[in-house]
Structures are given as structure tokens and as C-alpha cells.
């Protein structure tokens, strides 16, 4: 009667990681519990996800072939572009959000177009409208820039709303660290890398005040949903989020923490259930309105029963 923060399956968003071919589904090693799944095995999780009371699937596509652009990201029969598809045809009621970044497609695994060592952030930004608009175009509707370019979130609404597609909505990747919590991501999504890091372009876990002038600018540019990313080491960054701003706020419970718990978890060190209720009422508590997690089906599930305590 007196708990201030119940979680609820409408709280959470599932990542999903789409690969080609049929009836596949990869598990990832550093991810227990997560697979990588092929575009029908992926419709058929949606189908369970949105039974589950969870509203959205966060999308994120492993090419046939990379190359120093990542053409497969915007091309009418790329990876995602079919995922969103079959899931949208199966599923009308959940959400498509996409991740538009160039990382997992490029061979080189940095978020933008390369000169040399360096990312160049305007041509980055022509890509990532066309990207934008081919998701838009296969039925996403929202599409989440991951990439940390500036100017990205005003770059896509112009694409966007050009193309005839005004009513599909922006999660920018406002707040994104430059963290080591990405570690098994890397794996799921093929995405390291292959030289540097992205401290170019992502943020220093030491600043604050700097995620709230990213906030703002990104709402100024038309922004629909704001994310802070990730989420546990940045509960003191959602709450002034919140504070600051009144669009929804989307955290991120990125792998590491996941992986980190399901480790300690496997060793018998904590309890995983009891732990995974304190980890994402925290970052609910903390103000986030939707929270991006692995856990969600898992938990969605378990919300369902009589007694979860
Ligand atoms: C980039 C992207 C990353 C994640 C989501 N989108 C990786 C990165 O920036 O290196 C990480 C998500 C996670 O760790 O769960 N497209």
C-alpha cells in the first residue's frame, strides 16, 4: 500500500538482435539468456513480448556484409528493414523502435564515415538520414540514433519530414557514456571498434552538467524521447533529466549490467530475481519513464504472478 515504485511490463522495452537466415537463434556467450535471433525466430518473440504486456522491441541488425559505409543499413532488403516488416505485418501493436547507427554495419565498427582516424559528423549525418527514412519507410515507428553526432536528431526530422514521414517519433540517444558497460554488446552485435574508441563522440562518465546541455539541445532539435544510457552508474543524471525535462525519459540497463548480474547470479552470489527488481525499480525510481532492458520478458513474466515478492 505504501510502495512509491511498482514496476509494471509496460515500464520495459526488449532488445532484439536480428541476423539472416531461418529458424536461427544464436545465444550469446557473454549474455545468458539472450540470442540473436533470424527475422521469423524474431516474430515469433515479438508475438510472446507483446502478450507479456511489454510495449516495444528496440532493434538491432547484424549485416550479411560490411563495408566502410554499412550500405545493408539503408538498403529496401536490409537485415532490419525485413525485421520490421514481418514484425509490424505479425504484431501491429507493438512498438518498432530501430536503432539508426552506422556501427554494426561499418567494417571498420565506428559510428560514422571515416577520414583516416577521424569521424566525419556531417557526412555521419547524411547517412543516418538515409537510414532514418528506410526504417520509416519498412513501418518503424520510432527510430532511436545511437551515434552521439551532433546535430543528428535535427538532421533526421528534416529527412523525416521530407519524406512524408512527420508521424514517426525520435528516441535520441541524448545521454550516451563512453563506458565499458557496452563490453558484451559488442559481442552481440558485432559492432567493436577495430582501432580507438568512441570518446570522440560519447561522453565523459565524469560530467553531469554537460548530459544536461546534451538534453537540451536535443530537445530543442525535436526530439520525442530522450535517452540516458547507461543507466546504473547515471541514476544521479536520469533524476536531473527528469527534473530539467518533460519529454519521457528512456534508460538504458545496457549489457554489462546485465551480464554482471547474471554472472554473480550463476556463481550463486546474489539472487537474481531479487536483484533484477532492485536494479530496475532504482532506475524507475531514479525517473525514468521506460527502461530498456534484457531482463523485460523474463520480468514481465514474473510480473504476472499472483505474488512477485
Ligand atoms: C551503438 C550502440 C551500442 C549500444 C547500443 N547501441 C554500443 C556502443 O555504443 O558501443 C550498447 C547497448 C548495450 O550495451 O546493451 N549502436
Redesign the pocket.
Known amino acids: 500500500m505504501l510502495s512509491e515504485t511498482a514496476l509494471s511490463p509496460a515500464d520495459f522495452i526488449t ?1 532484439l538482435f536480428i541476423v539472416h537466415g531461418n529458424d536461427i537463434s544464436n545465444p550469446i556467450a557473454s549474455m545468458p539468456g539472450v540470442a540473436q535471433l533470424s527475422v521469423d525466430r524474431a516474430v515469433a518473440e515479438s508475438a510472446k513480448i507483446a502478450a507479456l504486456g511489454i510495449p516495444a522491441v528496440l532493434l ?1 541488425g547484424l549485416p550479411a556484409t560490411k563495408d566502410a559505409v554499412g550500405k545493408e543499413n539503408f538498403a529496401d532488403d536490409g537485415i532490419i528493414q525485413q525485421a520490421i516488416g514481418a514484425i509490424k505485418a505479425a504484431v501491429p501493436e507493438l512498438v518498432v523502435i530501430t ?1 539508426v ?4 554495419y561499418t567494417d571498420h565498427g565506428h ?1 560514422g564515415v571515416l577520414d583516416g582516424e577521424e569521424i566525419l559528423n556531417d557526412e555521419t549525418l547524411e547517412v543516418l538520414q538515409r537510414v532514418a527514412v528506410s526504417h520509416a519507410e519498412a513501418g518503424a515507428d520510432v527510430v ?1 540514433p ?3 553526432m551532433d546535430s543528428m536528431v535535427v538532421a533526421i526530422r528534416d529527412a523525416l519530414d521530407g519524406d512524408g514521414h512527420e508521424q514517426v517519433s525520435i528516441l535520441s ?1 541524448a545521454v ?1 557514456y563512453a ?1 565499458g ?6 559481442d ?2 558485432d ?3 577495430a582501432f580507438g574508441d ?1 570518446r570522440s563522440h ?1 561522453m565523459d562518465p565524469a560530467n553531469a552538467r554537460e548530459a544536461i546541455r546534451e538534453v537540451l539541445l536535443d530537445v530543442d532539435e525535436g526530439a520525442d524521447m530522450i535517452m540516458v ?2 543507466a546504473l552508474s547515471y541514476l544521479d543524471v536520469i533524476r536531473q533529466t527528469r527534473e530539467i525535462c518533460s519529454l519521457p525519459i528512456v534508460a ?7 551480464s554482471m548480474v547474471k554472472a554473480a547470479a550463476e556463481r550463486g552470489w546474489v539472487d537474481e530475481d531479487r536483484v533484477v527488481n532492485e536494479v530496475l525499480t532504482g532506475i524507475v525510481r531514479a525517473g525514468a519513464d521506460l527502461v ?1 532492458t ?1 531482463w523485460a520478458p523474463e520480468v514481465a513474466a514474473r510480473l504476472g504472478e499472483p505474488s512477485i515478492q
Open positions: 532488445p538491432f536503432d547507427c552506422l556501427c554494426e559510428c532511436a545511437s551515434g552521439m540517444y550516451k563506458s558497460f557496452y563490453g558484451p554488446f559488442r552481440a552485435a559492432g567493436a571498434p568512441r560519447q544510457k547507461p538504458y540497463n545496457v549489457s554489462g549490467e546485465y530498456i534484457y
